[in-house]
């Protein structure tokens, strides 16, 4: 059933920080109920999508949810929606959007038809203004340091990672004042701004201090900064990663290419200590040096085998198609994923949560819902509308059952 059994979210939400906040609560058995537009969200045919324009991002993100459709164009069908989103139950009352907290969605007004409500609204910035992860990082600089030595003007990521944190840190919030109602009685209202996270992550890690000393933080391209780490190619042409972050991957990384007595020579020659990491970052591009004839002198297999004898942290470079057909932590092999039917596409290796609890199974793994899936069966349970009074709605076109 899972460890959050019994909890209900609504979701009014697109993309990706609240969606995925909600994912991860529905793997852990709480019930997420989506309420989408009747036309389909915002993000219901985001990239990337299958032949026929079936949205593989938005099913991934909506994994063992439920959809109620709604018209929340009309008047009356955002009346309907306040009333799933307020509708009783000790472990309910619980929003999740990152709408405007205005209108239909406005804490204060929802408040009158459930005094203990929760509401986590997730935000551009803390004024309230529209943000997403491709506008936010370009003001942190993290794009001014990204990509090849060389390289001049921003890089950009394509993993929206200030948006994948957002998601988790809604989930703290929700549980944490789930937790405080539980002992006042008393709801909440948790704003939580998408540059605010990044801002904080960014203060966390360092990056705010070592610029405020005065330092602007260099391109180092493959290299791992502050440590020493870099990719490197076998002889049969398989590019892999290598780093010696820790003491004991060090030493590990120097026994396994045979290379003790060179590495002292070089740090003693640079009046360096590599047992401290940042003496490593001074002099990594002697050190790779060293190293890449040692691993383009060899094949994948003996590099593998050296390695593993030494426990050194390393990893071949691999495309998604790569890992997908022949990785097998990316295979039912691994617990965290299952085989399981996907309306509209198939069967789809899933993913479950990664989150092991103790004496607990992984809650099984569901497909997304089809759109409005769920209509009829959430109206009838949460607001006690028999079919009578829920064949009405249809034949106003306020809900949709997909």
């Not at 000790?90 to 990152?98: C, F, M, Q, R």
């Not at 529209?130 to 950009?156: I, Q």
């Not at 705010?208 to 791992?224: M, P, Q, V």
């Amino acid at each position: 059933m899972g460890i959050l059994a019994g909890l209900r979210v609504v979701e009014v939400s697109a993309f990706v920080a609240a969606p995925s906040a909600g994912l991860a609560l529905a793997q852990m058995g709480a019930e997420v109920i989506r309420i989408d537009d009747i036309r389909g969200g915002l993000d219901y045919r985001r990239w990337p999508v299958t032949e026929d324009n079936t949205s593989l991002f938005w099913q991934g993100l909506n994994k063992s949810k439920r959809s109620v459709a709604i018209d929340i164009r009309r008047p009356e069908g955002r009346e309907l929606a306040r009333s799933i989103i307020c509708a009783s139950g000790e472990d309910a009352g619980i929003l999740l959007t990152n709408f405007p907290p205005k209108g239909w969605l406005d804490y204060d007004s929802l408040r009158e038809a459930r005094q203990d409500l929760i509401q986590l609204t997730v935000m551009g910035n803390h004024h309230g203004d529209s943000a997403v992860d491709y506008t936010v990082n370009p003001a942190l600089g993290v794009p001014m340091f990204t990509g090849p030595e060389d390289h001049v003007g921003p890089v950009n990521s394509v993993l929206p990672a200030w948006d994948c944190i957002t998601g988790q840190m809604a989930v703290s919030g929700l549980l944490a004042a789930e937790r405080h109602r539980s002992r006042t009685g008393e709801g909440q209202h948790i704003k939580l701004a998408l540059e605010d996270v990044a801002m904080a992550t960014m203060g966390t890690l360092g990056f705010i201090a070592e610029a405020e000393l005065g330092f602007d933080r260099e391109r180092s391209g493959n290299y791992l900064y502050g440590a020493f780490g870099r990719d490197f190619v076998s002889a049969d042409g398989v590019q892999f990663m290598l780093v010696g972050l820790t003491p004991k991957q060090w030493r590990g990384l120097c026994s396994a290419t045979e290379l003790e007595t060179k590495m002292e020579q070089l740090a003693h020659a640079r009046g360096l200590d590599f047992s401290r990491e940042g003496d490593r970052y001074e002099a990594r591009k002697e050190i790779a040096a060293l190293i890449q004839p040692w691993a383009a002198s060899r094949k994948i297999g003996e590099i593998d085998a050296a390695f593993s004898a030494q426990n050194v942290c390393w990893g071949r470079y691999q495309s998604t198609q790569e890992m997908v057909l022949n990785d097998p932590a990316c295979s039912a092999e691994n617990p965290l994923f299952v085989h399981r039917e996907q309306a509209g596409i198939g069967e789809m290796l899933m993913p479950g949560s990664p989150l092991e609890f103790t004496g607990l199974d992984r809650k099984d793994v569901t497909g997304a819902p089809g759109l409005g899936e769920h209509t009829d069966q959430v109206l009838s349970e949460l607001l006690q509308l028999s079919s009578g009074e829920i064949g009405r709605l249809h034949d106003q076109k306020l809900v949709s059952s997909g």
